[in-house]
Structure formats: C-alpha cells, structure tokens
C-alpha cells in the first residue's frame, strides 16, 4: 500500500517582480488504487500542484509537507522523487531533439528500476504497450515528442506511465487535446497501467467526459490555490452543470 | 556580421611571410584570437619537432611521400590567409605528400598521426606542412589526428582534381597546454566533392582557419565542424568559402559545446559569392550549447554575393544554454541529473557525428572521443558535488 499525504501545501513561483503565492494551503491524501479527479477555473493552480510535487525548479515551496509512504519527497531531487515511484503526464510534454524515445525509455526505465530490464522482454513490453495505445512503432526510431502532434503527446505520457509503473501518477489534463477514440484508447491504458500496479491516480481535468472511462472515487474542487470542496464522482457532473461561480463569489 | 566592411576577396593571401606585418590582435582575422599565445609560432626560424606518422590501405591507390617543398604537387592551394599559416609555409623545407590516385579505390581509411611530445620538456615551437592530393576521379578518406603536447603552426594544402570525391577529418585531441595554428588551405577543380571536418577536443589554443576555394564549375563542399571545449580551452574556426566558379554547392554545419566556466570559442563563417559564380547554392550553420556560466562562444556569420543569379544562399547562428525544461522532463522520468545532461549534449552532436562518420569505424572513434571529453566533465561534477 502506498500512501501520498499532501498537508498545507504552500507554493511560490519565481517571477521577475519576486515571489508570488500560487497554492495556499492544499490537503489531499491519495492512497494505492484510489482515483481522485482535480478539477477547477484556468489559473487555480492545479499544474502548479503538479510540478510542485515533480520537483520542478520554478517552483519554490514556502510551507507545508509532502510524504511518500513516510518519506519526505520534498526533500528530494526530481529524479529521486521519480525513483521513489511518484509520476508526472505533463500538461506539455516537452520535446528532447536528438534523443529516440527507445533509447529514452530504456534509459528511463532502467533509471527507475535500477537495473537495465532484460533486453527481449522490455523489446516486447514496449512493443505491446505501444500497440495498445495506437501508437505507431516507427516512433521509437523518432526523437522524443519533436514533431509529435498534440494527441501523440499525451500518448507518450500515458505510454511511460504503463512501461514505468509507478506507485502514484499525476495526470495533468492528459485528456486535452485528444480525440475521441484517442481518449478511449488512452484512458484504457490508465486504467490497465492502475489494474496492472495498483497505482493510486491523480486526474487533473476540464471535462467530465474522461471521468466516463475513468471512475474517479473522490472528486476535488480546486480553486485559488487550494481545495475548496470535496465529493464522489456526482460532483463532476454538478459542476459541468452549474461551473466555479459558487466556489469564486465565496471566494 | 563581420565589423570589417571590406570585402573577404580582397584580403592579402601569400606565400611570403614577409608580406605578413606582425599582427596586433585588432586586425579583423586576430580580433578573437590571443595573439600573445601564438606569438612563438609568428616567425621565421621554427623548428620540426612534431612525429608525422601514416597508416593505411597502401596500395597503387594511395601512395604516401615525404618531398620537398619544390615538389610540383605541393603549393597548389590558395597562399596562405595570415602571417601564422605564412610562417609554417616558410619554415616548411618538406611535406608529407599524400597521394589519393584515380582509378583505384583503397578500402579503409588513411590515417596521418601528428604527434608531439610525451610532455616530458616543453613542446618547443614548430611547424608543419601537409599535402592531400586528390587525382581526376580519386576516392578516399583520410584522416588526420593530432596527440601529445604541442606548440605548432600546421598547414594543410588540400588539392581535388576533377571529379574526385574525398572525406578529410582533422581531429585535434592534442595533450592539455598544447598550442596549434593549423591553416587548412583548399582547391576544388570541376564537379569534385570534399567533405572536410575538423574536430577539436584537446589543447590549450586551437585555432583553424579553413579556406575552401570552389574554382570549377560544379564543385561540391560539405564543411563539417565539432567542438568540445572546456574551462581554460580555446577553441577557434574561421572559414573563407570563396564561391569563384558557377554552379557550386557549399553546406558548412559547426557545432560547439563549452563546458566549464573558461571556456571559449568562435566560429568566422565567411562565404563569398563572385560575380561569376552564378548558380550557387550555399548555407552556414553555426550553434553553440553553453553549459557553464562564464563560458562563451562568438559566432559570426559573413555573407557576401556579388551575382544576383544563384539558387540559394543563408546561414543560421544560434548560441543558446542548456535547456531547463528537457533536463527537468529527463529527471521526472528517473534519469539522473548528470546523465540527463549528458543524454542531451550527444543528442545535440549527434546527427553532425553521423554525417561526419561516412564509415562505421570512424564513427565509433569520433563518438568514444567525443563521449570521453564529455565524461571527464560529468566526473569532475561529480568529484566535485561529493
Ligand atoms: N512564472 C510565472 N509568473 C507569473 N505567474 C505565474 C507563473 N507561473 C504560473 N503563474 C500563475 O500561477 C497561476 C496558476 O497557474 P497553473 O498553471 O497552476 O494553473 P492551472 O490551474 O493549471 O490552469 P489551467 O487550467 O489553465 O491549466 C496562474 O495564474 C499563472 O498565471
Ligand atoms: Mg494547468
């Protein structure tokens, strides 16, 4: 069992007039096989949650703790953070000229694993989960994301998540841009990555239609910085309805 | 673009160093350069201290001879562009003669060792001269390296019939303090190919200057140039593309990465389209990675065309530094910080090493010396982060 505690979470980004305040006091606490859908007005600060949790050196931590079954992952590098078996699908992926995505996933994976999976087996892994999400094998041969389109993308973020196994996965709008049987095909690889590892799931999302082919089992409102209200999976489909206006006038 | 608005067809080139004034380092050729370091190599009474030896397919196809200067093979390139290249001409008594003759094809390639001392007593200040000969129609590779510690003014006379189709690689892995001049001077006759490539990893000074002169119709150049330079090293290239006959074709593509906080390079790509090189087709690309504060990289791009009738002519330059977020994605996958790097700076060379490597041996060899310069930095990070 692993168990993601997030506790009054507060984050600066550096800008050029100084520090300003994005997250003002998160709590949230996601454990193996649970699902929690994130959702909340542009701005709110949900990616910020994200890359705050990854490690990325934009973003500056001012209060409050972060425990991976009990270890502090604030503490540590981004590439520990991964080690430790956290995971980021990015917003936007970034594209890395040069280097092959078979190469990067071989290089990842044995990053992550310690030790450099055993070639046949990992040519087939790899082979069968790219299958699997449509993707075409000709892409291995390609430099990771350069020229990938919008939905390829997000299928290069869903094709790590399954071949890294992770213990906890942060989903930023994985489902943007994607059409609608890329949106089937890639939510059926979260739930097989999450059937396969356990892995408890945080789903960063605008739209209900995602949460169709994933059940989410908490669904949190954030807004401003943090979470302002929480529900089951009938509080997405309240807020597609009604929008944020309730939470911002409170506000 | 270049501050001297003079054109680069009218800079004196000759072969008596006389002609040469000692150079101040505000000339346009010096500006970048630290004149002081290669004053030893400026005059007339060098020594030939360097060990040239040769290797390779030695058959009627290749034939390899020392000659003297008077050789009717020899100074059949352009005169030499500055007082540095003018010295090593003067003190030059013989040359190696490297002969590709037509015809006859050599599998493998010609390899020419210059090799300087075990650094054991200074490296006293020396000259050099070189020949390639490429017959009517001749194929070839031939490869020549640099190694141990030197203090040398090199020149190189390059010389392609017509139709022949040759790959020259310099590399320059000279010892740590080494100091070279090297004057690679060029002569294309009608519808010869070269692909030239230089590159420099070693030394304290390496400075190329490189003058390709396309002088028959049809002749093709691709340029090709690495640099890996680290703190304390500078490393230079000016190259003089003189589009003097019609139709030609020139692709130059140079890439640097600076490592440490000293380190320092620049990159004169001037090309020249004469009024009756119509029908030219030319680019330059220049991009520099920098890795460390403090380092940096000057690049200057020079295009100059006197006919409006050509098919193509541009350039690119760009320096930039490492990027934050590649690394970032790298490390979120796992990847340590120091291999992710490392991922991104061959990924930056690596596409120049393939079109360099025309043959899978010296690929490899270019790729460990390349990735052996490269990991003595990730080392010395790591020695230093512990
Ligand atoms: N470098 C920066 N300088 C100034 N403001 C920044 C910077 N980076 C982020 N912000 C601000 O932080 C806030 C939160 O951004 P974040 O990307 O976390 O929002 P989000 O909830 O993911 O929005 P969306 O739904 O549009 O993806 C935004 O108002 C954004 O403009
Ligand atoms: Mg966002």
Redesign the interface.
Known sequence: MTTLEIRDLHVSVDTPEGDKPILKGVDLTIGSNQTHAIMGPNGSGKSTLAYSL????KYRVTSGSVLLDGQDLLAM???E???AGL??A?QY???????TEA??LR??KT??SGQAPPLRAWIKEVAAAMEALRFDPEFQER??NEGFSGGEKKRNEIL?MEL?KPKIAILDETDSGLDVDALRVVAEGVNRAQAATGAGVMLITHYTRILDYITPDFVHVFVAGRVAEEGGPDLAARLEAEGYDRFLSAD | MGIDTKSRGTRLASFDLTDFPMPTGREEEWRFTPVRDLADLLLDDLAAEVVVQVQGPLGSGVTVEVVGRDHPAIGLAPAPGDRVAAAAWAAAESATLVTLNAGKVEDGVTVVRVIGSDGSTPARPSALHLAILAKAGARGTVLLEHTGLAHLTQGVEIVLEEGADITVISVHDWADGSIQAASHRVRLAQDAHLKHAVVALGGALVRLTEQFELAGPGASLDALGINVTDSGQHHEAQLFVDHAAANCRSRVAYKGALLGPLARSVWIGDVLIRSRAEGTDTYELNRNLVLSKGARADSVPNLEIETGQILGAGHASATGRFDEEQLFYLQSRGIPEELARSLVVHAFFAELIDQIGVLGEIKDALKMAVDSKLDQRSNHNQRRSQ
């Open positions: 990854a490690g990325h050196p590098t981004v590439d953070r991964a080690r995971f980021l990015m992926p970034v594209e890395v000229p040069g280097v190469n990067f290089t990842a990053a992550v430099s990771v790590q890294l």
